[in-house]
């Protein structure tokens, strides 16, 4: 009966990692879809792009170390009385997913209209050059043997969670400034706290399976990530559902010429129908 029951146990967690895996990647499309309909990225914060593609890139390695890398499985069995890690091939498959469609949001960046006065993206242009050279630095110890490569890859989800917390800081305080959730898509927050919400609850029952905490504390990356997204998008979803809830799109377009779907008043284009 304890083992059907574990069995049972495990299929659920089995379906909620690829239920968290499913709704985390698809949270980034609304945002790419709403850039590429609008062929601007006025409203999207640029330090929340930079930020966040150094902190997937991280991610994605240190998924990727710890689900492939004899050496990295060994290393963490040692340290974690013969247990092995809790990630799993979505883990990983999303790790790489998300980055790829980060990639495609740091290009629009540079194809698409942004604020023209919006001002340099002084938190990524500080912390990205910390972080990177932190994985120098690491890289080198490690090299040495002075530390291992678990190390290093615990070092990059330490960066993952630096970026994860530092990019959502900057976009609440445009949407604050521009009193506007306007260019920042809502469907991205409402699938990120859904793949939130799963994380967690999937990081809890396996440690409920396995009989042990190793697992969260061995992958505190994303057991916090969890978290931090909760928290995070309830700010989004109160900014956008409660305190700015005007969604006409005012952007400037230079060629004097509006699209379709939107009417000029004295050089300002002025969508006529409701942001999503």
């Given at each position: 009966?304890?083992t ?35 062929k ?39 340290r ?42 002084l ?20 090299a ?57 609850v ?44 005007d ?30």
């Amino acid at each position: 009966m304890a083992t059907d029951t574990a069995t049972s146990l495990q299929a659920v967690s089995y379906t909620l990692g690829w239920l968290y895996f499913l709704a985390w990647s698809a949270s980034f499309y609304p945002q790419i879809i709403l850039n590429w309909r609008r062929k601007s990225v006025q409203g999207l914060s640029q330090d929340f792009v930079y930020l966040n593609t150094l902190g997937f890139l991280s991610y994605a390695v240190y998924n990727a170390a710890l689900y492939f890398d004899p050496v990295v499985r060994e290393q963490y069995r040692r340290r974690h009385h013969g247990e092995d890690s809790l990630v799993q091939l979505n883990d990983v498959v999303f790790g790489l997913h998300a980055l790829v469609f980060i990639f495609i949001t740091l290009a629009q960046t540079f194809i698409y209209k942004g604020d023209a006065n919006a001002k340099r993206p002084l938190l990524a242009y500080t912390l990205v050059p910390l972080m990177l050279t932190g994985v120098v630095v690491i890289g080198g110890l490690t090299a040495a043997g002075v530390l291992e490569v678990l190390d290093l890859c615990y070092y990059f989800s330490y960066v993952k969670l630096v970026c994860t917390f530092s990019k959502y800081c900057p976009q609440l305080y445009l949407n604050f400034k521009r009193k506007s959730t306007v260019g920042w898509s809502i469907w991205n927050i409402l699938l990120d706290i859904t793949g939130g919400i799963l994380s967690i609850v999937q990081e809890l029952l396996d440690a409920h399976i396995s009989g042990h905490w190793a697992g969260i504390t061995g992958n505190v990356a994303k057991f916090a990530l969890g978290f931090i997204t909760i928290g995070f998008d309830t700010a989004f979803i109160v900014q956008h559902y409660v305190l700015y809830r005007d969604r006409t799109d005012y952007y400037h377009m230079d060629d004097g010429h509006p699209s379709s779907g939107h009417r000029q008043v004295k050089g300002t284009i002025i969508e006529t129908t409701k942001a999503h």
